[in-house]
């Protein structure tokens, strides 16, 4: 079982849909982070949180450490959204190193 | 630089050779970060730096990688006689100070033929 896992791993909408992406952890964390990468590799940082709810534009983030669960959401979806968003957990015991989910294609049709 | 800096791109190498992948993180960053990304998975950690020191080097899969970072500023990951299960690509991040947001880097896509 991984440590990290994500659902689905697949994900279409059409455009305006309001997305949620869930991430469960088994692991004890220190914080969780989410992740966009878009075809060709590039990581980009969207969240570090380690409680509660962060909201970026359109972006929306929340945890439940007690459920070890985590949710990003992405209000009035675009095809640029179109991305694969990566759940990853900072597991804080004596180490500062990321554990990774496999991500969620997301595409948004227009 | 404005952004973690990975060298080269892309990387062509033949079975056995020994590669070398370099990582310029965002100045004044004293955390620094490398993992690897196989096809269709998430990345995996393979070593981090605090500073010069390799703070955890848990990830690194066999005695085959290496990587250091002198300075506290370029790190350099080194590969021995590569084999065909390396090709991936090799991610490279750096935060300010660790447990703060991590900044990545374009990756560099290993090929082993």
């Known amino acids: 079982k991984n440590e990290v896992e994500q659902s689905p791993q697949n994900l279409t909408a059409q455009e305006g849909e309001f997305i949620t992406i869930n991430c469960s952890y088994s692991?004890?964390?220190?914080?969780l982070h989410w992740l966009q990468q878009h075809p060709g590799g590039g990581i980009v940082s969207l969240f570090m949180l380690s409680s509660g709810k962060k909201k970026h534009g359109r972006l929306i983030a929340t945890i439940n450490i007690q459920e070890k669960h985590s949710s990003l959401h992405i209000t009035a979806s675009h095809p640029r959204d179109s991305a694969v968003y990566i759940c990853?957990?900072?597991?804080?015991?004596?180490?500062?190193?990321?554990?990774f989910g496999t991500g969620t294609r997301l595409q948004v049709f227009p | 630089g404005a952004g973690v800096s990975q060298t080269p791109s892309n990387k062509v190498t033949e079975k056995g050779k020994y590669v070398e992948l370099r990582c310029d993180p965002i100045?004044?960053?004293?955390?620094l970060y490398w993992y690897r990304q196989s096809l269709g998975q998430g990345p995996e950690f393979l070593i981090y730096?605090?500073?010069?020191?390799?703070?955890?080097d848990s990830g690194l899969p066999n005695d085959r990688f290496f990587a250091v970072r002198p300075e506290g500023s370029v790190s350099t990951l080194k590969i021995q006689r590569t084999e065909r299960g390396d090709s991936a690509v090799y991610l490279c991040?750096?935060?300010?100070?660790?447990?703060?947001?991590?900044?990545f880097g374009q990756g560099t896509r290993l090929t082993v033929v």
């Open positions: 692991v004890g964390i220190s914080a």
């Open positions: 730096f605090q500073g010069t020191g390799a703070a955890d």
């Open positions: 991040a750096s935060s300010l100070v660790p447990e703060t947001e991590a900044f």
């Open positions: 990853a957990v900072r597991w804080g015991y004596n180490t500062d190193k990321l554990i």
């Open positions: 100045s004044g960053h004293t955390a």
